[in-house]
């Protein structure tokens, strides 16, 4: 059975079970990135957003920022 195409005669026929198949394709076009830390309140002075509401000591915030848009 080493050919594709009809059965010669005394072999059966080639016969191949259906499959599904599936593809897939992803592109993310990345502008623009930036990283980024803010410090809030680096002398730790008490702030008061709020009348008696202090929020202290110093705040560190980091992270990442990305753009798609041309």
Do not use: S
Not at 4 to 16: D, F, K, R, S, T
Not at 32 to 46: S, T, Y
Not at 49 to 61: F, T
């Amino acid at each position: 059975m080493g050919h594709y195409g009809p059965a010669l005669p005394g072999e059966l026929p080639l016969v191949l079970p259906a499959r599904t198949q599936a593809n897939a394709y992803l592109q993310i076009r990345i502008i623009e990135v930036r990283l980024f830390i803010r410090f809030d309140d680096i002398q730790a002075g008490d702030v008061a957003d709020l009348p008696d509401l202090a929020i202290r000591g110093p705040r560190l915030v980091y992270g990442v920022k990305w753009d798609f848009w041309n």
